[in-house]
């Protein structure tokens, strides 16, 4: 399987999860952790006028972009032998994620015009556990198509 399949796979499963967390946490703490609610929320407060189905959309295409972003800087480290993948290494990235995700949910509230409403200093300490959430199943779908993929070329040899 090509690096970008690798990406996109990780991206979606560390993407699921996280936003499963988000979700989690936001009905436990009383507060809105949905990723995909305050981008929508931006994008509406920019284009009043797009339809709901357009901001839904945009809101949540932005959110999976961003796990396409920071998959690809994981699954890059990991075929390039830089780190490995397990879950100390993801622990350590899922901070380092975190970490980065609050610095640019931070800058991206500063420059918008009429960010949403909200405690941002909860919200951005969430996004370190957020992250660490997305960094172990972004790990553990890569485990196991590089597993799959083992699997195939070791069977391949005792057939041939």
């Given amino acids: ?3 970008l399949k690798k990406t ?3 991206a979606f499963m560390g993407t699921n999860f996280m936003t499963a967390y988000s979700a989690l ?21 920019l284009v009043p006028a797009l ?5 839904t959309i945009a809101g949540w295409g932005a959110h999976y972009a961003m796990g ?3 998959a690809g800087i994981y699954v890059e480290l990991w075929e390039a032998g830089k780190i490995k993948a397990n879950l100390k290494t993801a622990l350590v990235i899922g901070g380092i994620s975190g970490i980065a995700g609050a610095l ?26 957020a992250h660490v959430v997305f960094a172990i199943f972004a790990t553990l779908n890569y485990q196991l198509i590089r597993d799959s993929k083992r699997k195939k070329a070791a069977l391949l040899k005792t057939i041939v």
């Fill in 25 to 45: 946490h936001s009905y436990f703490a009383g507060e809105n952790f949905r990723e995909p609610d305050h981008l929508q929320t931006m994008v509406k407060r």
């Fill in 68 to 70: 396409v972003v920071f």
């Fill in 8 to 10: 996109l796979l990780s």
């Fill in 51 to 55: 339809d709901k189905k357009w901001l």
């Fill in 104 to 129: 640019i949910w931070k800058g991206t509230f500063k420059a918008h015009p009429l960010p949403p409403w909200i405690n941002y200093n909860k919200y951005y300490l969430q996004r370190i556990p």
């Fill in 1 to 3: 399987m090509d690096q």
